[in-house]
C-alpha cells in the first residue's frame, strides 16, 4: 500500500516541519498553531495502518474527517506541516521511520525539523537556563541559519539504562518523553542529503497551550519564516476539544 494518498498536487521543494508525538503532546500543539496561523490546508493523508486508530472532525466545519497523520501546506507558503494525532503502533515503529525517511528523501523536501517535548523532571541544573535544546545529526548538511541562534545542543539529562555507564548504544542521546525522535535519527543513513535538525523542549503535562506557542515562535525563527506570522491564532477545536467536552454540570447535583 502506498505510503502517502495526496489529495492535492503541491510542489514539495519546501522545508518540512515534522512533529513527533512527545512528551506533552507540545509539538502537536505547535504543528496546529503553524497550521492555523499560515492558513495552511490539507493536501494529503498518510497510511492510517502505521498508527492507533482515530478518527475525528476537521477544522472550521471543513466537510471530511480528520485521520491519523495528515499533511499541511500552501502554494502561497513556503513551508510544509506534517500532523500526526495518534501515536505509531508497537509493532510498527522501525517500519513507519524507514517509510517517513524514505518518503522524506523521495519527495524532495529542502530541510527537515523534528519537533518533541522532553520531560521536564529529568532536566539538570545546567539546563535550567532554557526550555529549548537541538540535535544536528552528523550525518546531515548543516542546518541553515542554525548556528547564528542561541539554541545549545542537546545532552541527555539521564541515561537510558540504570548500567549504562556512560557509553550509550547511540550517538544520539536519550530523550526522555521523547517518542520516536531519537530512532528516527539513529535511523538516518550515512550522507543523509537533507538539512535535518531536532529542535527539544522541556515540558510538564497539563495545559501546554504557552509552551506550544513558545516551541512555535521558535520553529519560526529557526525556519526563518517568522515574518509570515503577524499574530498566533488558535484553532476552533481548542477552545472545546483541547481537554474533552465540559461535563454535564446536572451529574453533581
Not at 492555523?36 to 493536501?43: A, G, N
Not at 544536528?136 to 537510558?160: C, E, K
Not at 481537554?243 to 447535583?253: C, E, I, K, R, V
Amino acid at each position: 500500500m502506498p505510503f502517502y494518498y495526496p489529495i492535492k498536487q503541491t510542489a514539495f521543494n519546501k522545508p518540512l516541519i515534522l512533529p513527533i508525538v512527545s512528551a506533552a503532546n507540545v509539538s502537536q500543539l505547535a504543528a496546529d498553531l503553524l497550521i492555523e496561523s499560515l492558513s495552511l490546508q490539507h493536501i494529503g493523508t498518510f497510511d492510517p495502518g502505521y498508527f492507533i486508530p482515530m478518527i475525528g472532525g476537521r477544522e472550521n466545519d471543513e466537510a471530511g474527517v480528520s485521520t491519523a497523520c495528515e499533511l499541511f501546506g500552501s502554494d502561497e507558503v513556503n513551508l510544509i506541516v506534517m500532523q500526526q494525532r495518534s501515536p505509531t503502533l508497537k509493532a510498527r515503529k522501525q517500519e513507519f521511520v524507514d517509510a517517513l525517511l524514505g518518503f522524506i528523501q523521495k519527495s524532495g523536501f529542502t530541510s527537515v525539523t523534528f519537533l518533541s517535548g522532553v520531560d521536564l523532571s529529568n532536566r539538570t541544573d545546567a539546563q535550567m537556563m532554557t526550555p529549548f535544546y537541538q540535535i544536528s545529526p552528523s550525518t546531515s548538511p548543516p542546518f541553515p541559519g542554525l548556528a547564528d541562534l542561541p539554541i545549545p545542543a542537546y545532552s541527555s539529562p539521564v541515561p537510558q539504562r540504570i548500567h549504562d555507564n556512560g557509553n550509550p548504544e547511540s550517538p544520539v542521546p536519550f530523550i526522555p518523553g521523547g517518542g520516536l525522535t531519537r530512532r528516527i535519527l539513529s535511523s538516518l543513513p550515512p550522507s543523509w542529503p537533507i538539512p535535518t535538525v531536532s529542535l527539544l523542549q522541556f515540558v510538564l503535562e497539563g495545559d501546554n497551550k504557552a509552551d506550544a506557542q513558545m516551541l512555535a515562535s521558535v520553529v519560526a525563527q529557526v525556519g526563518n519564516f517568522h515574518a509570515l506570522i503577524k499574530q498566533w491564532k488558535q484553532p476552533t477545536s481548542w477552545s472545546a476539544g483541547l481537554f474533552g467536552t465540559p461535563h454535564d454540570q446536572t451529574l453533581y447535583g
